[in-house]
């Protein structure tokens, strides 16, 4: 795994006793991938999660990502390399351990208008257009998907057979996850990417 891509894996790997099965459970900005039997969780608000897995092998992994407001005059402007790298990591370690990207399949998840202060960026539908257009441009067939709406959603996914499990929350008991997501908008903003797009070049 190469460096840049190391601080974005998830690591909280835990034994979900619901599922009777190991589990990752990931943040804004991180992904996993994995060809064992294990379930992968995220909660999403106005973020998406791609969950791309190869058909025949099981190998599949989820990321979680939020396309920051980049510069719209710019051709490669911030929000376009932060949901493209995202995409692109999550593909590239799924092919290096045995996928075959003619297998690869997704379901994508999120977009909600959960961010007061987003709402007028519109965050949620353009992350949801973004990941529709890239994964057309790279010839990944969507096979379900549950994006846009106003509420924040958690997401159950089973790479090996392919399942995924979306729980709608209705009502949030606290303000963790739009906390979370507006931390990771300002992170985005803040950091310098210019390392990121090279990695594909």
């Known amino acids: ?7 974005h894996f998830a690591t909280n790997v835990y034994y979900d006793r619901t599922f009777d099965c190991d589990a990752a459970k990931i943040l804004p900005g991180e992904y996993y991938y994995t060809g064992k039997d294990m379930l992968i969780v995220t909660v ?22 939020m396309l920051p407001d980049g510069d719209g ?12 790298y995202a995409m692109e990591v999550l593909i590239n370690d799924l ?6 990207r003619e297998n690869l399949e997704a379901k994508v998840f ?26 057309k441009t790279e010839n990944i067939r969507i096979v379900a998907e549950d994006l846009n709406d106003i509420h ?7 790479p090996r ?7 709608k929350l209705r009502q949030l008991n606290n303000n963790t996850l739009v906390n979370r997501e507006q931390d990771y908008a300002n992170r985005l903003q803040t950091n310098n990417v210019g390392g990121d797009v090279e990695l594909f070049s």
Do not use: W
Not at 49 to 56: G, K, L, M, N, T
Not at 73 to 83: E, F, I, L, N
């Open 1 to 7: 795994m190469n460096e840049i891509a190391k601080e």
């Open 44 to 65: 999403l608000g106005s973020c998406v999660s791609a969950c791309i897995r190869d058909r025949v092998t099981g190998v599949g992994g989820m990321n979680h990502f």
């Open 73 to 84: 005059d710019s051709p490669v402007s911030a929000s376009a390399r932060y949901g493209t």
């Open 95 to 100: 092919l290096k351990s045995g996928a075959k």
């Open 110 to 135: 999120g977009g909600g208008a959960v961010l007061r202060g987003f709402v007028a960026m519109n965050v949620g539908e353009r992350n949801a257009q973004f990941v529709r257009k890239f994964l």
């Open 152 to 158: 924040p959603r958690k997401v159950y996914y089973f």
């Open 161 to 167: 057979s392919g399942k995924v499990l979306v729980k």
